[in-house]
């Protein structure tokens, strides 16, 4: 869930914020040793320790909403380079404000606020703060890029040696796509797919999935089994992606003269995860799951349905009361020795 999210956020904050203060502290009093006109204690001492750690949760707490709320807020996309440069900018504001307020309200004169600001061991202070400013962006974006705990992962190596895992993996693809780039021509229709694609954060956030390959204009999602299957996310996530495109009909309409319409195509098992490539290295999943979703999202035209499932994700549901599942069929599905039994799943009419 969102609150989840958030809470991770903060956590993650706080950790990198008390740690970076205390680092800061070790550094400026234990190493740096620069005389302060304004305090007479110059030195290390247990202390400022304390005072690191309190600033760092303060800090975290507050930035780290601050990440959350302004990643909802705001969506419009820009360069990494840009987001990365303006939010260090950002918090070297704040950092510069906080201390100007801090000093001006305990020595309450503006003058001595303005004298410290600008001091050495402020300047000091700031080219500290802007490089854990700059690293705490960095390291937030790249995994923003990669997908969420994809980053952790590769520093972890948890994938260096192949290993098995039960997930869901969903195929969705955008219906009638020739015929939507011929009218509309390739450069639009690009700007089409970046905007629609935009429109999955949402709920990959709410319902936990992890975006594992944008390919043209189709996209495959995954989740843990048991994460997938609980409370129904994996469901629940097509039909709130197609909730928010409905959202921006008319947007879509006005700009691109299409409404986009898409289709999925969801089945579950056992697959081999491993880390691949030297040069241009990604976490790959293999297995014949991939290969029955994908061949179920192809059939959604066939049967005139939006989401098509297997059985191997129809036994695992609990709350069938939720959606309406109706049977399809036992079908033999291109490339596969055994046949399958396949299921349409649909939204109930909402009152």
């Not at 021509?185 to 709410?206: A, R, V």
Request: with cysteine; charged share 20%.
């Amino acid at each position: 869930m969102v609150n989840i999210r958030i809470l991770k956020n903060i956590i993650f904050s706080i950790g990198y914020w008390i740690l970076a203060s205390i680092l800061y502290t070790i550094t400026r009093y234990g190493a740096i040793e620069i005389e302060l006109d304004l305090y007479d204690n110059v030195g290390f001492v247990p202390d400022d320790i304390i005072s690191a750690i309190t600033f760092g949760l303060f800090a975290g707490i507050f930035l780290g909403l601050f990440e959350s709320y302004e990643s909802m807020i705001y969506k419009k996309r820009k360069s990494f380079t840009f987001v990365l440069s303006t939010k260090t900018g950002i918090y070297i504001l704040i950092f510069y404000l906080g201390s100007l307020l801090q000093i001006t309200f305990e020595d309450r004169s503006l003058y001595k606020g303005m004298s410290f600001i600008f001091s050495r061991a402020e300047l000091i202070a700031l080219v500290n703060f802007t490089l854990y400013s700059f690293l705490f962006h960095f390291v937030r974006l790249m995994n923003k890029s990669m997908g969420p705990g994809i980053l952790f992962e590769y520093l972890i190596g948890k994938y260096f040696n192949p290993r098995e895992e039960e997930r869901i993996f969903l195929f969705i693809d955008l219906k009638s796509s020739t015929t939507i780039a011929e009218k509309i021509g390739h450069k639009s229709y690009s700007s089409l797919i970046q905007e629609c694609f935009m429109e999955l954060t949402k709920p990959i956030l709410k319902f936990q999935g992890h975006v594992y390959q944008y390919v043209g204009d189709e996209v495959v999602v995954t989740w843990e089994m048991h994460q997938g299957i609980k409370n129904l996310n994996c469901i629940h996530f097509f039909y709130s992606f197609l909730d928010e495109l409905k959202r921006m009909k008319n947007y879509f309409i006005n700009k691109f003269e299409i409404f986009p319409e898409f289709k999925a195509g969801m089945s579950s098992g056992w697959v081999t995860v491993a880390e691949v490539g030297e040069l241009k290295s990604e976490i790959s999943y293999h297995g014949d799951v991939l290969n029955t979703a994908s061949r179920l999202q192809g059939l959604c035209n066939d049967y005139g349905k939006k989401m098509l499932i297997s059985e191997s994700i129809y036994t695992e549901i609990e709350q069938k009361n939720t959606y309406n599942f109706n049977f399809i069929g036992n079908l033999q599905l291109k490339g596969k020795k055994q046949t399958v039994k396949i299921y349409a799943v649909e939204e109930k009419e909402r009152i």
